[in-house]
């Protein structure tokens, strides 16, 4: 007896996002690789392998990432139309790219074909919202299939439903998060991977977070609660990116230094690198108080870690107090970044503008104080941005407080509410301002003059100031979206928007396209000739300023930092919850 064959098409799209000007955000090399998509690919080839639609049937399972593929409409619907049946999963997408979703899923729906949307903004409408959100709904309205929570062990019964043409309206899995050890493992052909900026792929080590920052989504779409891969897991990641020439990672954990397999993870990767000599390195992303947890920072370097990005966000501790981030103490904010540097290890630090109490001239007072006192590689700036699925947004919207309703905007490089005390133009003004202001020569020289005394490649340090600096100055992204040549595809354009005729929109991309490279390069060959400086020193190595001293008994009452009325708030709080501690103890004795 013949069994028919049948086929399965599954088109798993990691979508962008527009420009100011309606195009999408894509490049020839993007910056960071999409862990989302790397996690349901590794999912979806496990359901084929284990034939869950009956041995009858195979699958044909593609990944694009729009940030470095164009995704062609016309060209997935005909394939999907060729199969037996098939599905599009729009993943990962972040509120900023839902209307870019809605554009890519519109003609599909009107070809018949079945798409489905998941990723932190469905997850976190329905968390903190209850899925009450204009978007959420045209998307229901146009049939789209919404998935919320996480598809481990939940994407067979997608593609199930998909399979036996019953999709349903919304697969709702935010009280049930799922373990994920032994899960099939993040993974990406290096096909893929050849289109980052660094050959740079990714991963989630562990997911969760314990802390309450009131600005984030993650504990309200991953939970509080430490879920993690085993080390066999990481293991098998990396062996596997190996295999096919792909060394460089990406640890996309909100904090691994809360991951509770830490070490087990390092001491096999140490082991890895050690004793077997294979050679691969990570970026990680951690707390400020990473630094206290015995061994972390010289298993990180040990193990692989070369960049570590730190959620420092502000120095003032009364907007640490405003968004909750209390786990952020400023006096432990030097300890912490010298010992990274002692480690060789370059430092990236997020920071928030936009808290309550800031003006602009605060701004720019806090700014120097970074500059000055402490030892950051590089500073990125935010805008103080009610994401939804934060508990902010979801203070502003219960309130009736009014805040942007173009979703677009929320990729925290738009202004999207109102402030209490700086104006619209005031305040976008000063975040333009502060890139400006951090970025200046002098400072890049400093920094660079920090690296060399640290044993950090003054090269790597040269090229990671020219992309930030230049990202929103020459690109007008966020250096986390800003990748390699930028691509625009003319009929890409925001559903609404008018597509420019090909007499006038080629020669205006391609003069574009020039006058922006030779700005790239104008500024690499500013920011080059202090590199050159600095390694031309022949003291290089006894460079010393303030932010480089080691930490005192002293740094209260030497360090600008902690002379504001907030900070000397903060200390004397600090020293009445220590003698607080000292008086147990010593009742307790």
């Not at 993650?218 to 080390?231: E, M, T, W």
């Not at 590089?378 to 219960?398: K, M, N, V, W, Y």
Request: proline share 4%.
């Amino acid at each position: 007896m013949t069994t028919t064959a049948h086929t399965f098409c599954l088109y798993l799209v990691k979508p962008s996002h527009y420009d100011d000007d309606g195009y999408v955000i894509s490049w020839k090399l993007s910056p960071i690789p999409s862990n989302s998509l790397a996690c349901v690919y590794g999912l979806a080839v496990d359901l084929a392998e284990r034939q869950v639609l009956g041995a009858e049937w195979t699958f044909d399972i593609a990944a694009l990432d729009e940030t470095n593929t164009d995704v062609d409409i016309g060209a997935i619907a005909a394939r999907i139309e060729a199969a037996d049946a098939g599905l599009v999963m729009l993943i990962g997408v972040q509120s900023n790219q839902f209307p870019r979703a809605i554009d890519i899923a519109r003609p599909l729906r009107a070809r018949g074909i079945e798409v489905a949307i998941g990723g932190f903004h469905v997850s976190g409408v329905i968390s903190m919202l209850g899925g009450e959100d204009r978007d959420f709904h045209q998307a229901q309205e146009m049939g789209i299939s919404l998935f919320a929570g996480e598809a481990e062990g939940r994407l067979e019964e997608v593609v199930r439903d998909a399979a036996s043409d019953r999709l349903k309206p919304l697969y709702n899995y935010m009280n049930d998060l799922p373990g994920i050890e032994e899960a099939p493992v993040p993974f990406v052909p290096a096909g893929h991977v050849a289109r980052t900026a660094y050959n740079l792929t990714s991963f989630d080590a562990g997911r969760g977070c314990p802390y309450q920052c009131s600005f984030c989504t993650i504990i309200n779409v991953q939970g509080r609660k430490s879920r993690r891969r085993s080390p066999d897991d990481i293991e098998k990641i990396v062996r596997l990116n190996l295999s096919q020439g792909v060394s460089r990672f990406f640890i996309t954990d909100d904090n691994f230094a809360r991951n509770k397999d830490w070490e087990p993870i390092m001491d096999r990767l140490i082991h890895m690198r050690e004793v077997e000599g294979l050679k691969f390195n990570f970026i990680i992303q951690v707390d400020t108080l990473c630094h206290r947890i015995p061994n972390f920072i010289e298993k990180c370097a040990r193990a692989g870690v070369k960049r570590v990005f730190i959620g420092l966000e502000n120095v003032n501790p009364a907007n640490l107090k405003d968004a909750k981030k209390r786990q952020n103490k400023i006096t432990e904010y030097r300890r912490m970044l010298l010992a990274w540097k002692q480690w060789h290890v370059i430092t990236y630090a997020g920071y928030i503008l936009g808290f309550p109490t800031d003006t602009p001239e605060r701004i720019m007072h806090d700014i120097d104080v970074v500059k000055e006192e402490l030892p950051v590689d590089i500073l990125e700036f935010f805008f103080l941005t009610p994401l939804p699925g934060s508990e902010d947004h979801q203070r502003l919207f219960r309130a009736g407080v009014g805040m942007d309703p173009d979703l677009n905007k929320y990729d925290l490089n738009h202004y999207t509410t109102g402030h209490a005390l700086m104006a619209r133009e005031d305040y976008e003004e000063v975040y333009r301002k502060a890139w400006d202001r951090y970025y200046s020569l002098d400072h890049v020289e400093r920094i660079m003059r920090r690296a060399a005394i640290s044993g950090i490649s003054t090269a790597n340090v040269l090229l990671l100031c020219v992309w930030f600096m230049g990202a929103l100055k020459i690109e007008g992204v966020h250096p986390l979206e800003v990748g390699w040549i930028r691509r625009k595809a003319r009929l890409n354009r925001r559903h609404g928007m008018k597509i420019e005729p090909a007499w006038l929109f080629y020669p205006k991309y391609y003069a574009e396209l020039g006058w922006k490279l030779s700005r790239w390069a104008a500024l690499y060959l500013r920011f080059a000739m202090r590199q050159r400086k600095v390694e031309k020193d022949p003291n290089k190595h006894a460079y010393m300023d303030k932010a480089m001293t080691p930490v005192t008994d002293h740094d209260e009452d030497d360090f600008e930092m902690f002379k504001t009325q907030d900070a000397l708030a903060y200390l004397e709080q600090e020293k009445r919850i220590e003698r607080a501690k000292h008086g147990e103890v010593a009742a307790a004795e």
